[in-house]
């Protein structure tokens, strides 16, 4: 299968429907290059943890400057019955993972498969719920924004009622984009989609996708990209100047040999395991160019 490039050329797009128009005024590189893994669903069984490593060394050689991971970094915590051991286990085949890249930075959200809920003393329990999964990810908080260069890079927690914000995280990021200088170019990351084409095969998308939109085109002179997974599909969306990128996913069909609808082995109706490797210009121009590893 023949990788699959999505540049995003805003030139004429933009001038057609009168909004700022991001046009290089040199032929100079990328300033950035970024590696976005996401629903790696990492878990001791079958090989998973060598057969992972072998592919984040493949990403590796892309020379990264660093790493978004989007979430679902284990398999699951989020069942019924799922036990501390098990749990425990999971992440320290994480720890193992990302000991990989140890030598760079990995800005991770949260997946709705990490946070471990069905715990017998909700209260004691130091590994109850999302804090233990900002710990174990080395994450300031559940939802936070970077500085990378001159780009701003904001991490979403949608884990709220109905796939959300939130109204504190929403108050907050309205802040966070207003309080940025003009024509900061933004890119946005979240565990799940904000708008996809995948919504309509399989759900799964942000609840409070209209109010975001509304929001992205109040700072349409910042907000570039947004980044997700959750849905191991592949697609990209492009409405009123934000590209969304909906990355596939890691694990492909989460290991295992495919669904019987697939197109290949490991993959997820016609979606390949995979990664994307995005470069990000100095005018916020942003390329997402998705590998597939099957």
Same mark, same amino acid.
């Given at each position: 299968?023949?990788?699959?490039?999505?540049?995003?050329?805003?030139?004429?797009?933009?001038?057609?429907?009168?909004?700022?128009?991001?046009?290089?005024?040199?032929?100079?590189?990328?300033?950035?290059?970024?590696?976005?893994?996401?629903?790696?669903?990492?878990?001791?069984?079958?090989?998973?943890?060598?057969?992972?490593?072998?592919?984040?060394?493949?990403?590796?050689?892309?020379?990264?400057?660093?790493?978004?991971?989007? *979430?679902?970094?284990?398999?699951?915590?989020?069942?019924?019955?799922?036990?501390?051991?098990?749990?425990?286990?999971?992440?320290?085949?994480?720890?193992?993972?990302?000991?990989?890249?140890?030598?760079?930075?990995?800005?991770?959200?949260?997946?709705?498969?990490?946070?471990?809920?069905?715990?017998?003393?909700?209260?004691?329990?130091?590994?109850?719920?999302?804090?233990?999964?900002?710990?174990?990810?080395?994450?300031?908080?559940?939802?936070?924004?970077?500085?990378?260069?001159?780009?701003?890079?904001?991490?979403?927690?949608?884990?709220?009622?109905?796939?959300?914000?939130?109204?504190?995280?929403?108050?907050?990021?309205?802040?966070?984009?207003?309080?940025?200088?003009?024509?900061?170019?933004?890119?946005?990351?979240?565990?799940?989609?904000?708008?996809?084409?995948?919504?309509?095969?399989?759900?799964?998308?942000?609840?409070?996708?209209?109010?975001?939109?509304?929001?992205?085109?109040?700072?349409?002179?910042?907000?570039?990209?947004?980044?997700?997974?959750?849905?191991?599909?592949?697609?990209?969306?492009?409405?009123?100047?934000?590209?969304?990128?909906?990355?596939?996913?890691?694990? *492909?069909?989460?290991?295992?040999?495919?669904?019987?609808?697939?197109?290949?082995?490991?993959?997820?109706?016609?979606?390949?395991?995979?990664?994307?490797?995005?470069?990000?210009?100095?005018?916020?121009?942003?390329?997402?160019?998705?590998?597939?590893?099957?």
């Amino acid at each position: 299968m023949k990788r699959r490039k999505f540049l995003a050329k805003t030139t004429l797009a933009s001038a057609a429907i009168g909004i700022p128009n991001y046009v290089s005024a040199s032929n100079k590189g990328p300033i950035l290059t970024v590696a976005h893994i996401t629903d790696v669903h990492i878990r001791p069984e079958e090989k998973i943890p060598e057969r992972a490593i072998e592919w984040l060394q493949k990403i590796k050689a892309h020379q990264p400057d660093f790493y978004l991971n989007g *979430g679902d970094s284990i398999h699951d915590a989020s069942y019924d019955e799922v036990s501390k051991d098990r749990v425990l286990e999971q992440w320290e085949v994480w720890d193992a993972f990302r000991n990989q890249i140890k030598e760079s930075k990995v800005y991770s959200c949260i997946g709705n498969h990490d946070p471990w809920w069905d715990v017998p003393d909700k209260e004691n329990e130091p590994m109850y719920g999302k804090p233990y999964v900002v710990k174990r990810l080395e994450m300031p908080s559940s939802y936070y924004s970077f500085n990378e260069k001159n780009w701003h890079f904001i991490i979403l927690d949608g884990n709220h009622e109905g796939i959300s914000l939130g109204q504190e995280q929403m108050n907050w990021l309205k802040n966070d984009l207003e309080t940025l200088p003009a024509q900061t170019p933004t890119l946005i990351m979240s565990h799940f989609p904000i708008t996809s084409i995948t919504n309509a095969l399989v759900g799964g998308q942000h609840s409070d996708h209209k109010e975001l939109k509304k929001l992205f085109y109040q700072h349409r002179d910042k907000v570039r990209v947004c980044l997700s997974g959750h849905q191991h599909l592949l697609d990209r969306t492009w409405y009123n100047d934000v590209h969304y990128f909906c990355n596939g996913s890691l694990s *492909g069909f989460w290991w295992g040999d495919g669904d019987a609808e697939s197109a290949g082995k490991q993959y997820y109706l016609e979606t390949p395991p995979g990664y994307a490797i995005l470069k990000l210009y100095q005018d916020g121009r942003v390329e997402n160019e998705y590998f597939p590893l099957a």
